[in-house]
């Protein structure tokens, strides 16, 4: 029961923090995830064109 009544004081602290928060506009939201998205890519690329690279000097020398 102790749970049930930190409920309410807890959602009304979270409402009053919430409002507080200083929010991105959407275009900085894009901008910025289409920055992570390219990011990701471009790291992708780069660790799957060396793990191409070892993976087949190891399948030479070794197999």
């Known amino acids: 029961?102790?749970?049930?009544?930190?409920i309410k004081p807890f959602l009304k602290e979270t409402q009053v923090e919430m409002k507080r928060v200083t929010w991105l506009s959407r275009k900085q939201a894009v901008r910025l995830t289409l920055i992570v998205i390219v990011f990701s890519l471009v790291m992708a690329a780069f660790l799957g064109f060396w793990d191409f690279i070892f993976s087949n000097i190891i399948f030479r020398f070794f197999l």
Request: net charge positive; no cysteine; aromatic share 16%.
């Open 1 to 6: 029961m102790k749970f049930l009544r930190k």
